[in-house]
């Protein structure tokens, strides 16, 4: 990826974003982009970041603790992928939020490290708002039963929702799912009686149907750095075969 095209992909989204933001009269400022830089080099973080990017995601804690100090160190960074437990004081030490939290037994688990580390942890809960089975995240009915355990974790601070809805070339197939996930904020909020921020919705193929539904974070990677390099996994396993 040329520096060139980041920069004028960048540009690109960020007009499309205020473009969006304006058909529903939103301020521009109420969204933030997170640029996705799974399976991208250090480099191309580094080039985003001289952009005037500062909050990254990854999806995966073993990529990110090998990327990260090879970043500028001003970065921060938004963990978005499935997490299992057994990384969970990385991800505390990595991160400055999960957004991935689909579990009462993975928070519990993040709020003990959280707790060893001395700090709080800003956390999305993870909805899969279509019910798939290939997908993690917490069903709807069960996210509103669970919030009460949820928000007692004193370490762990609920900021909002995020969901990965069902991909469609058609970003208007998405909007329901988009809305669903606004609605059920709504009934969280009236449960906490406190406001929760933060919809994280929409990537590269939805994400301005997600800002006219309400998104404050928008995940975004392919529209930015173009298709990912073939994961690493095959990389090794294709030098492995070179030997
Ligand atoms: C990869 C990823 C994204 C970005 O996807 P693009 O379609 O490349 O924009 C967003 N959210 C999550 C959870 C991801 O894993």
């Not at 960048?10 to 304006?22: E, G, K, S, T």
């Not at 301020?27 to 580094?46: F, G, H, I, Y």
């Not at 909805?127 to 004193?154: C, D």
Request: aromatic letters at 4%; one cysteine or more; charged letters at 25%.
């Amino acid at each position: 990826m040329h520096a060139m095209n980041l920069a004028e992909n960048l540009a690109a989204v960020q007009q499309r974003i205020r473009a969006a933001c304006q058909r529903v009269g939103r301020d521009a400022d109420s969204v933030l982009l997170l640029p996705v830089t799974k399976s991208q080099p250090p480099e191309v973080v580094n080039a985003a970041a001289a952009l005037g990017l500062s909050i990254f995601g990854e999806n995966k804690v073993q990529e990110a603790k090998a990327k990260i100090p090879l970043c500028s160190d001003r970065l921060r960074w938004h963990f978005i992928g499935h997490l299992q437990t057994n990384k969970c004081r990385d991800a505390v030490e990595l991160f400055e939020m999960i957004q991935s939290v689909d579990s009462l037994h993975l928070a519990q688990e993040l709020n003990k490290r959280a707790e060893q580390a001395a700090r709080r942890m800003p956390v999305l809960v993870e909805v899969n708002v279509a019910g798939e089975r290939s997908k993690f995240g917490y069903a709807p009915e069960r996210l509103l039963a669970e919030l009460p355990a949820l928000n007692a974790l004193p370490r762990l601070e609920i900021r909002g929702l995020m969901t990965v809805p069902p991909w469609s070339p058609d970003p208007e197939k998405v909007r329901p799912h988009f809305r669903r996930l606004r609605e059920l904020r709504e009934q969280c909020e009236q449960i906490l009686g406190a406001p929760l921020p933060h919809l994280s919705m929409g990537m590269s193929g939805d994400f301005e149907v997600a800002i006219e539904e309400g998104a404050t974070i928008v995940r975004i990677g392919t529209a930015l750095f173009g298709p990912r390099p073939p994961a690493r996994r095959a990389a090794a396993a294709d030098a492995g075969a070179a030997d």
